[in-house]
């Protein structure tokens, strides 16, 4: 063998040794819930599969994450059924939690092959939410009781599940136009009393801590938004055993869960991955 050939065949075997191992990409959304379980997702892959994980997370709003994910930047993030079938979908708000999920899985196969696996258990609906002095429990006593200031996030006052519906499914008057603001400072906006009600979300750990009422959606205007990995087809294909390391977070974080480990993040200010390792730490127990 030639010089030249033995200096490209060690020049490709140096590259090749060099090579980076296959590595799984999860992203989620920009608030605490999707950090958290984009890195609950990222930790167990590691566990389960030996596998090297990149984290895109906080990557910004649904059609962001989702773009992300059809066009190959991520494999795999967490996402709401009601969210994809009114968001992403552009279809009829339905209040059928099966019926969502069976549209969803039949429709993101079809258009993007994307695979929504079992969801986690919860079901983090929006919440209209007020203090507790209003001494008010569903959204039709509230719109008979007054005008209100709304502080809503950014994706709420776009969404066709969003603020337009709500006002007239409830009739629901406003003293001014609502105010936008990011997530996390809508309940010290309230407590603030710079605004009378927000729209958040179910899980959130704040509601048990904070003097407030979630308001109940006594004319069921928000569709079921449970949640669920969404996956990329092609990387189930590449790691045939993603699936089953996966499959042990189904159902084992109920709302009550999910609400807790979002305190911890968001009251408690504890390392998102440190919240996120402790829950996994539960999975080698049985439910209580």
């Given at each position: 063998?030639?010089?030249?050939?033995?200096v490209a065949?060690?020049s490709a075997?140096l590259l090749a040794?060099?090579?980076?191992p296959?590595?799984?990409?999860?992203?989620?959304?920009n608030?605490?819930?999707?950090?958290?379980?984009?890195?609950i997702?990222?930790?167990?892959?590691?566990r389960?599969?030996g596998?090297?994980v990149?984290?895109?997370?906080?990557?910004?709003g649904?059609?962001?994450?989702?773009?992300?994910l059809?066009?190959g930047?991520?494999d795999l993030?967490p996402?709401?059924?009601?969210?994809?079938?009114t968001?992403?979908?552009?279809?009829?708000?339905?209040?059928?939690?099966?019926?969502?999920?069976?549209q969803?899985?039949?429709?993101?196969?079809r258009?993007?092959?994307?695979?929504?696996?079992a969801p986690f258990g919860f079901n983090n609906?929006?919440?209209?939410?007020?203090?507790?002095d209003?001494?008010?429990?569903t959204?039709?006593?509230?719109?008979?009781?007054?005008?209100?200031?709304?502080?809503?996030?950014y994706?709420?006052?776009?969404?066709p599940?969003?603020?337009d519906?709500?006002l007239?499914?409830y009739?629901l008057?406003?003293?001014?136009d609502?105010?936008t603001?990011?997530?996390?400072?809508?309940?010290?906006?309230?407590?603030s009393r710079?605004v009378?009600m927000?729209a958040?979300n179910?899980?959130?750990g704040?509601?048990s801590?904070?003097?407030?009422?979630?308001?109940?959606?006594?004319?069921?205007?928000f569709?079921?938004?449970q949640?669920?990995?969404?996956v990329?087809e092609?990387t189930?294909?590449r790691?045939?055993?993603?699936r089953?390391a996966?499959?042990?977070l189904?159902?084992?974080?109920?709302?009550?869960?999910m609400?807790?480990?979002?305190?911890?993040?968001?009251?408690?200010?504890?390392?998102?991955?440190?919240?996120?390792?402790?829950f996994?730490?539960?999975?080698?127990h049985?439910?209580q």
């Amino acid at each position: 063998m030639d010089r030249k050939k033995t200096v490209a065949c060690l020049s490709a075997l140096l590259l090749a040794s060099c090579a980076r191992p296959p590595a799984i990409v999860v992203g989620s959304k920009n608030f605490t819930e999707q950090v958290l379980l984009g890195e609950i997702l990222a930790q167990q892959i590691e566990r389960k599969l030996g596998v090297r994980v990149v984290r895109k997370l906080d990557l910004g709003g649904t059609m962001l994450a989702h773009e992300a994910l059809a066009a190959g930047s991520i494999d795999l993030y967490p996402e709401y059924t009601g969210t994809a079938l009114t968001a992403v979908l552009k279809r009829p708000v339905l209040s059928d939690p099966r019926a969502v999920l069976d549209q969803v899985r039949d429709a993101y196969h079809r258009q993007w092959h994307l695979a929504w696996l079992a969801p986690f258990g919860f079901n983090n609906t929006f919440a209209m939410i007020v203090r507790r002095d209003e001494k008010l429990q569903t959204l039709s006593a509230a719109a008979r009781a007054h005008a209100w200031r709304l502080g809503i996030g950014y994706e709420f006052r776009q969404r066709p599940d969003g603020l337009d519906g709500l006002l007239k499914a409830y009739r629901l008057r406003l003293s001014a136009d609502p105010l936008t603001m990011d997530l996390g400072v809508l309940y010290a906006a309230l407590e603030s009393r710079k605004v009378d009600m927000i729209a958040a979300n179910s899980t959130d750990g704040l509601i048990s801590v904070r003097n407030v009422t979630v308001l109940d959606d006594d004319r069921a205007y928000f569709p079921p938004y449970q949640c669920a990995a969404v996956v990329r087809e092609e990387t189930l294909a590449r790691f045939p055993a993603l699936r089953s390391a996966l499959e042990p977070l189904s159902g084992r974080l109920p709302n009550a869960v999910m609400r807790s480990l979002n305190y911890q993040v968001d009251g408690k200010h504890r390392p998102v991955a440190d919240v996120a390792a402790g829950f996994l730490q539960t999975l080698n127990h049985p439910l209580q």
